[in-house]
């Protein structure tokens, strides 16, 4: 199977998590978006099953509008029972790294709302050990090139991502040769940089269950 198919895949399978009747919290990216592909069929033949979603990006919500899904603002919403979301990297414990469609702040306010984050991702994104992907990192533009300093004293090796500002006015640093063994501490200890709006680890919101796509087929693993 392509990654491509491997996507479409854990996209429908994600639907299982979805409770009829409720609001369905969106994530980004090219696996949510057959995740958004296998919502707007399901919608045809049940209309009722999700009332809205609250998206985490421009992109995200331009797609379920499309399809004629309300989209709520996150800050109407008390709570969400899950939260359906891809990732670049994910571990055998459910750690992960987020960013690489630039959405990770937002991602990390909708998946807070959640009870459960479903992560959906083919096989390629599981790791034993995160830092592989280039660890995206959301900056106060100001602050862009003291943040890069910032990751070269701990070993790692940080870029502006040309060309991208994300939904709330910032840029991207893409940070290389990190090895993140700690991810919980590691995610504490950056977020307390200045400038630094949100890394791209997620492990204070990790996954609750990765629907994880196979050449055997879907496999789901529980943290
Ligand atoms: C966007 C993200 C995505 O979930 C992540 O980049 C995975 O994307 P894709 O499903 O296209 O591989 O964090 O900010």
């Not at 040769?177 to 501490?185: F, H, K, N, R, S």
């Not at 990765?210 to 050449?215: E, K, N, P, Q």
Request: glycine share 12%; with cysteine; aromatic share 4%.
């Amino acid at each position: 199977m392509t990654q491509d198919e491997l996507k479409t895949l854990v996209g429908r399978a994600a639907l299982q998590y979805v409770q009829a009747g409720s609001i369905v919290g969106v994530g980004t990216g090219s696996t949510v978006d057959k995740f958004i592909d296998a919502l707007g069929d399901a919608l045809k033949t049940q209309p009722g099953l999700i009332t809205g979603a609250v998206s985490s990006s421009v992109r995200s919500t331009e797609r379920l509008q499309a399809l004629g899904i309300q989209v709520l603002p996150s800050d109407t919403v008390t709570g969400l029972g899950v939260y359906i979301d891809g990732a670049d990297e994910i571990d055998h414990q459910g750690n992960m790294v987020k960013g690489g469609g630039a959405a990770l702040t937002r991602e990390k306010i909708v998946a807070d709302l959640a009870e459960r984050f479903v992560c959906i991702a083919d096989e390629s994104k599981l790791v034993k050990v995160l830092g592989a992907f280039p660890l995206p990192v959301e900056v106060i533009p100001m602050a862009s090139a003291q943040v890069i300093r910032a990751f070269a004293k701990i070993g790692g090796s940080g870029k502006v991502r040309e060309g991208v500002t994300t939904d709330n006015g910032n840029v991207i640093v893409d940070v290389t040769g990190l090895q993140i063994t700690d991810p919980a501490q590691f995610e504490s200890d950056i977020n307390q940089w200045p400038g630094v709006v949100t890394v791209g680890v997620f492990a204070r919101n990790k996954a609750s269950v990765c629907l994880l796509g196979t050449s055997e087929g879907v496999k789901t693993l529980g943290f």
